[in-house]
């Protein structure tokens, strides 16, 4: 059974940052691709960031020079820091790792 088990979220000022963390656990051998995604109050469920097995990164618009998504294997963990946060940015965070999900981190950008 796999879990992802998201933490790092919290209350931080406009400017601010903070860092995400995802922690896969369960049988598998490396975290190869994996991606954050986030869901504001009344929208969808958006993709922010994705790291492929190569190492190479995409991400949204919106977040592109403030977020960065990176992954240790040896401790089967993917990473979002983000950097200058916006009140636009308040959502609940969610780590993606193929067919599984984690429960969701809260990030709320307010002064």
């Known amino acids: 059974q796999v879990q992802l088990v998201e933490s790092g979220g919290g209350l931080v000022q406009p400017g601010g940052s903070l860092r995400l963390s995802c922690v896969i656990s369960?049988?598998?051998?490396?975290?190869?691709?994996a991606a954050w995604y986030r869901q504001a109050p009344g929208k969808e469920r958006e993709l922010v960031a994705v790291?492929?097995?190569?190492?190479?990164?995409n991400y949204a618009d919106s977040v592109k020079g403030r977020f960065i998504i990176s992954g240790d294997n040896a401790k089967k963990t993917v990473y979002l820091q983000m950097n200058s946060l916006k009140s636009e940015d308040t959502a609940v965070y969610y780590c993606?790792?193929?067919?599984?999900w984690g429960q969701g981190t809260q990030v709320t950008v307010s002064s």
């Open positions: 369960g049988r598998i051998f490396s975290i190869n691709a």
């Open positions: 790291i492929t097995s190569g190492g190479s990164t």
């Open positions: 993606n790792w193929r067919a599984w």
